[in-house]
């Protein structure tokens, strides 16, 4: 290895370059990127999943195209009226800054509509996951949407009206 300071000049004409450890900058477990470097395009591919919420099932598809939404045969703003469950739908595309990359193709059955919206963003999340692992699921992981909610509807009991209300207590 060859050192690269120069000791034949005056300490004031050296100029004098810092590696991270020696200016006392503390480490990342995440690095900076780099100003020079060219950012990596997001790779556009298509991709299937399969999503579930509760008692939905949504089997989605995602092509390259421009950002249109076909669910049963139908527009996102017809299928879910609500801008609630159209924000909770498209968040994996907001969390991935790919809005408008991907035309989505559903096929939901089942359930109600807050559970087919979780269904389908479940579906939307593993389709983008799939398409770039190494992009995407990072940012989905830390963002909670690779994740299946498993909450389902408690069973009912024998002896209950429904699955923990009781008949009323009658002491005498």
Not at 86 to 110: C, K, M, N, W, Y
Not at 121 to 132: K, T
Request: aromatic share 4%; charged share 25%.
């Amino acid at each position: 290895m060859t050192d690269t300071t120069n000791e034949t000049t005056s300490p004031d004409d050296v100029e004098e370059t810092y590696t991270a450890d020696e200016s006392g900058i503390a480490y990342s477990s995440e690095s900076a990127p780099s100003a020079d470097a060219p950012l990596k395009p997001a790779t556009i591919a298509p991709a299937a999943a399969t999503g579930r919420r509760k008692e939905a099932v949504a089997r989605v598809r995602i092509v390259p195209g421009s950002g249109n939404w076909t669910i049963n045969g139908r527009t996102l703003d017809s299928y879910f009226p609500n801008k609630l469950h159209q924000q909770v739908v498209s968040e994996p595309f907001a969390a991935t800054q790919l809005e408008g990359r991907f035309d989505v193709i559903a096929r939901i059955h089942g359930g109600g509509i807050t559970g087919q919206a979780g269904a389908l963003r479940l579906g939307v999340a593993r389709c983008l996951n799939a398409v770039d692992l190494d992009a995407n699921r990072a940012v989905l992981k830390k963002a909670g949407l690779l994740t299946r909610d498993a909450r389902v509807i408690e069973r009912k009991k024998a002896g209950l009206k429904k699955a923990r209300k009781a008949p009323q207590y009658s002491k005498r």
